[in-house]
């Protein structure tokens, strides 16, 4: 069975630089005041653990603290997040993805500008929230042309898409918004890293008989590249760690390709990849191997 | 043989309006003083025709013209060709078409914004060559996306469209900019009554069993309907005017299908519709009529 891994699973950019602000920030922190985040600082379980372990906990509201250190997630936060933080004396260190910043900028020059802002994405990711928490006036979010039926039409519509979107999705809302409205800007926000992760992982979906898509289940990044890959028509599973690999699942097949999302360390993809090169499938003579 | 005439066929709101601007611009005028258009006023002869008759020529280029009017055609001149007629000594009498206008206007914004500009659209029609030749920048004229692959890459694109494409054709170009450019800002420049005259023909002719499209075979907007028709799958047939009909057309047919270019006048639809009426197709019992 050959295993073949997409040239870019694993950390992006921002979660790299991310992880890097908050071990740096832990290192540094005095440990008898608190350090946090709100929500987990990337979507990927097993390294929000290795953080926690460095004294970095993970806080669902700011509920009644005060004071202490707040590392502001990869995802970013809505503005008044942030401020309800500085009134109550916290200290901020922000890790926001600078592709997630540049989004929720160009939301903000969108609406300065008039626009009626458009944000392409899920409604309850950290990241949309982020976004559309920085204007003034309330933005619209979808996830695909067809949630734009029934709303009111808008003259001027300024859009943005959250950084992990497919192009497919941007292109068919703007497509759809061309037939509505006079005046369209876009900024095309999608991280060119998460373009081409996809672009690859869909190009071995189509060439390997089965795809593993390593990655936090709470990665919509992760999903995204399992969907995308099952689309292609790929048996794919979504997997967060080794220990979920099944022998069956490679019955009969010849190539496994394995990709990550942007919150997948290297170390949890090089186990995956270890442990399927380990794996005698039923029916397998195990005379082909990584080559 | 049952005949349905698209309710939109025949002219549009700008081609009336240049119409009565060039018709009293023919009776008020001074007949020993040249009037003229440069160009035809719309591409429909038999409407020129008319117009000749009433004293205003089609003249190919300025030549050594010298005083008189000028009626600025529907599809607009570009700005050097205007400056040139009024250095000239040539009165202009302006009949573009205010939705082309409009194309014009946005065009110039585009590039006064900092956008590089593409219009979408036949390079060689007037009305794109009056749009391009308002900036003070070259902009780049495409049919399709196709057209855009081998060209340079521009960060910040402004987009406009000839007032007559079919919205897919803007469409497609947008989503292909998307893939290439961080900033886009499109003006839907294409004319309202046009694409409902594209979204009509196109019901009528997945319904019929044979589509004529009536209107100058130097009509683009003519043209495409005719295209469009013919991409539904229908027998499409363009003619100008009643003579072309040939009865073979109609043979076994039971529904006739009749549309206009926004160019094309009432007369001449009535005549069509009159000459098919009285059409005995070869093997039609003549039992069915016109509802």
């Known amino acids: 069975m050959r295993v073949s891994v997409a040239p870019c699973a ?14 740096d920030a832990a290192h540094k922190h005095v440990r008898n005041a608190p350090i946090f985040t709100l929500g987990p600082i990337i979507h990927n379980p097993q390294v929000v653990a290795k953080l926690e372990q460095e004294g970095l906990r993970v806080v669902d509201d700011l509920g009644d603290l005060t004071g202490g250190t707040m590392i502001v997630r990869s995802h970013g936060l809505p503005r008044k997040v942030l401020e309800d933080a500085r009134r109550r004396g916290i200290d901020l260190v922000d890790a926001t993805c600078p592709f997630v910043k540049e989004a929720q900028e160009r939301a903000e020059q969108l609406a300065d500008e008039g626009y009626a802002v458009v944000i392409v994405g899920e409604e309850d990711h950290p990241e949309v929230l982020s976004i559309a928490g920085g204007l003034s006036f309330p933005a619209t979010v979808i996830a695909g042309p067809e949630e734009l039926d029934g709303l009111p039409k808008e003259t001027k519509v300024g859009v943005v898409c959250q950084t992990t979107q497919p192009l497919g999705h941007l292109t068919a809302v703007v497509g759809r918004l061309l037939e509505r409205s006079k005046e369209i800007k876009v900024f095309n926000t999608i991280c060119r890293a998460t373009f081409e992760r996809q672009v690859n992982a869909l190009g071995l979906a189509r060439r390997v008989d089965v795809m593993l898509v390593v990655g936090g289940k709470n990665s919509a990044n992760t999903r995204r590249l399992w969907k995308l890959c ?5 048996d794919a599973y ?48 195990g005379e082909e191997s990584r080559p």
Chains 1, 2 share one sequence.
Do not use: N
């Not at 790299?16 to 908050?22: G, Q």
């Not at 394995?258 to 794996?279: K, R």
């Open 238 to 285: 979504h997997i967060e760690t080794a220990e979920e690999l099944k022998p069956e699942w490679f019955e009969g097949k010849e190539e496994v390709g394995i990709t990550g999302g942007a919150s997948t360390p290297q170390w949890i993809v090089d186990d995956v990849v270890s442990a399927v090169e380990g794996i005698q499938a039923p029916g397998d003579t």
């Open 10 to 23: 694993g950390f992006c950019f921002g979660v790299k630089r991310a992880l890097k602000i908050a071990f």
């Open 230 to 234: 099952r689309e292609a028509g790929c």
